[in-house]
């Protein structure tokens, strides 16, 4: 199931309004797909409203408002090598504020304190229930989905601060969407972003040192996972700089795209 946040475009009347929303049809075919809106929240068991619009006739926002977004570092062995670094003996975890999300289609700001900001393609997990000192073998019921991620980071920044709270938590620097996909396995799923449509990094999820479940179980013995909380996975090599006017898409099978553009922050 493919659960999304949007809003309704003008010349409805539920225009403005935000749900909670299941998408029907195949994403290759943006005509064919359809909303069905949700009462509430989607955790637990949704409930339909029996309302339904047309892909065109709603903007999908980010498919959830995170209380809070751990994200993992170093994560792909290569993308440890390529930036000069070692994988570390544990998961290496920061957080990126809520502040940080954005949605499909909207714009990542170019901070005016970087000169060199990168994409970080990632699949994302969503925590479904409150949740802390997950065993291995629950972690399945705890997580409500997975949806596509850019840990969009100020490389400059990073290195020259040696933390990582500006680098990778200033605003918009946290795409997610376009929805959440809640029948995946994640053990090897296909990773790619491109810029302007070139391809930059290609990965699989079987490359992760560390899988879904060692991150939950790492992560939820030192902190409480709330429903709607997101954990980043790790990026796979290729990371490269982003420019104003680049148009950045990140893609992971089995999901679908997130696609965002660079704007200078006004």
């Not at 995946?184 to 302007?196: K, Q």
């Not at 990026?235 to 999901?255: F, K, M, Q, R």
């Amino acid at each position: 199931m493919r659960i999304a946040r949007f809003s309704v475009r003008e010349g409805s009347p539920a225009a403005g309004s935000v749900s909670f929303g299941v998408v029907e049809g195949d994403p290759s075919r943006p005509e064919s797909l359809v909303v069905h809106a949700l009462a509430g929240h989607p955790f637990g068991q949704p409930q339909p409203t029996g309302e339904s619009y047309r892909f065109q006739d709603v903007r999908l926002l980010s498919p959830m408002l995170p209380n809070k977004i751990v994200a993992v570092g170093r994560n792909y062995a290569a993308h440890a090598a390529e930036l000069g670094n070692d994988v570390p003996d544990v998961p290496l975890t920061f957080f990126k504020p809520s502040t940080s999300v954005i949605g499909p289609t909207e714009s990542i700001a170019y901070p005016p304190f970087s000169s060199d900001v990168h994409h970080e393609a990632e699949l994302a997990v969503v925590i479904g229930r409150m949740c802390r000192e997950v065993p291995l073998d629950r972690v399945p019921e705890v997580i409500l989905g997975y949806t596509c991620a850019n840990d969009v980071t100020a490389r400059d920044v990073q290195q020259r601060e040696g933390q990582w709270a500006r680098a990778k938590g200033f605003d918009t620097a946290c795409p997610l969407g376009p929805w959440i996909e809640t029948d995946l396995d994640p053990s090897d799923l296909a990773i790619t972003c491109t810029v302007n449509g070139g391809l930059r990094q290609t990965g699989r999820t079987s490359l992760m040192v560390r899988s879904v479940a060692e991150l939950v179980v790492h992560i939820s013995e030192a902190m409480t996972l709330l429903p709607g909380d997101v954990i980043l996975t790790g990026t796979p090599a290729g990371v490269g700089p982003l420019n104003v006017g680049d148009e950045v898409a990140v893609s992971i099978e089995g999901i679908g795209t997130l696609t965002n553009k660079v704007i200078k922050r006004g």
